[in-house]
């Protein structure tokens, strides 16, 4: 059964830090990059950070980047997203993704992802 699971997800002050991870079963995080996206109450699902098969390679969103950290540990078969400086505005569904065509030096677009997580809630909210 191929399955990813997203935990860590909650409610956290502005400026607060909040970590998501993703959990692989039926296959090896190894064999794909993978991705966090998210969607926020009557907007599309957007970008936020990419991770290639080589962990040294990742994409940020320019509105994140400085701000959150993609990572992954493959033996433990997880990503995670560490989310510093929160902002109202980053109130979303977080979900992560698989992409089988992980090894390329490029930020995959949305439809490229092979499976998906039922996504986690953050809240940044005084």
């Known amino acids: 059964q191929v399955q990813l699971v997203e935990s860590g997800g909650g409610l956290v002050q502005p400026g607060g830090s909040l970590r998501l991870s993703c959990a692989a079963s039926?296959?090896?995080?190894?064999?794909?990059?993978m991705g966090w996206f998210r969607q926020a109450p009557g907007k599309e699902r957007e970008f936020v950070a990419a991770?290639?098969?080589?962990?040294?390679?990742?994409f940020y969103a320019d509105s994140v980047k400085g701000r959150f950290t993609i990572s992954r540990d493959n033996a433990k078969n997880t990503v995670s997203l560490q989310m510093n400086s929160l902002k109202p505005e980053d109130t979303a569904i977080y979900y992560c993704a698989a992409d089988f065509s992980g090894s390329g030096y490029y930020n995959p677009p949305l439809d490229e992802y092979d499976y998906w997580g039922q996504g986690t809630q953050v809240t940044v909210s005084s």
């Open positions: 991770i290639r098969r080589s962990a040294g390679i990742t």
């Open positions: 039926g296959f090896s995080l190894s064999s794909y990059g």
